[in-house]
Antibody, heavy 119, light 107 residues
Framework: QVQLVESGGGVVQPGRSLRLSCAAS????????MHWVRQAPGKGLEWVAV????????YSADSVRGRFTISRDNSKNTLYLQMNSLRAEDTAVYYC????????????WGQGTLVTVSS | DIQMTQSPSSLSASVGDRVTITCRAS??????LGWYQQKPGKAPKRLIY???SLQSGVPSRFSGSGFGTEFTLTISSLQPEDFATYYC?????????FGQGTKVEIK
């Protein structure tokens, strides 16, 4: 069965960096686009970034562009989010999500990992 | 960016009630819309894709409709396990954008 498992969250000071990982299993990872979505405490969902199945294209939200970088290693079935220059407003649960085939939206989500930016 | 205006932001309903949630897109998005259910402390779960297609395993009391700019999620007979927060998502244009969410509470 499809599984997405995020890791790498924690408490970090403003201005520092953190790298999140999302380990995928149960499907052919290299065939699917992958996304990061976040949710600040008590708030709604915010799309963060996408990477094409082969890594050839990437898009990100204005709120993170220039600070966050999405990447993937298809040989390791792993998605990454490198987060630099972190701000308090980046505090959130970060989910990885698989983009369903056929140009659809998210069909599977991970359980999320909490990132807290605080001094 | 495409804005998704979801209404209402919350509602109180009883078991057995018919519930309707609406999302309006700031520009046409064809049928590039999904509906998600989220329970506290859990990841969202897709209910509807392509505006009106029921996700496998989701009860048939959930249905979606709409095209272009107006979309609706309907729960035909609310069940105890349906009390949750619901979100729409447009995936027509990057950045993808969610509605603000609708919290469905017990009356």
């Amino acid at each position: 069965q499809v599984q997405l498992v995020e890791s790498g969250g924690g408490v970090v000071q403003p201005g520092r960096s953190l790298r999140l990982s999302c380990a995928a299993s149960g499907f052919t990872f290299s065939n699917f686009g992958m996304h990061w979505v976040r949710q600040a405490p008590g708030k709604g969902l915010e799309w963060v970034a996408v990477i094409w199945y082969d890594g050839s294209k990437k898009y990100s939200a204005d709120s993170v562009r220039g600070r966050f970088t999405i990447s993937r290693d298809n040989s390791k079935n792993t998605l990454y989010l490198q987060m630099n220059s972190l701000r308090a407003e980046d505090t959130a649960v970060y989910y990885c999500a698989r983009q369903g085939s056929g140009d659809y939206d998210f069909d599977y989500w991970g359980q999320g990992t909490l990132v807290t930016v605080s001094s | 960016d495409i804005q998704m205006t979801q209404s209402p932001s919350s509602l109180s309903a009883s078991v057995g009630d018919r519930v309707t949630i609406t999302c309006r897109a700031s520009q046409g998005i064809r049928n590039d819309l999904g509906w998600y259910q989220q329970k506290p402390g859990k990841a969202p779960k897709r209910l509807i894709y392509a505006a009106s297609s029921l996700q496998s395993g989701v009860p048939s009391r959930f249905s979606g409709s709409g095209f272009g700019t107006e979309f609706t999620l309907t729960i035909s007979s609310l069940q105890p396990e349906d009390f949750a927060t619901y979100y729409c998502l447009q995936h027509n244009t990057y950045p993808w954008t969610f509605g603000q969410g609708t919290k469905v509470e017990i009356k």
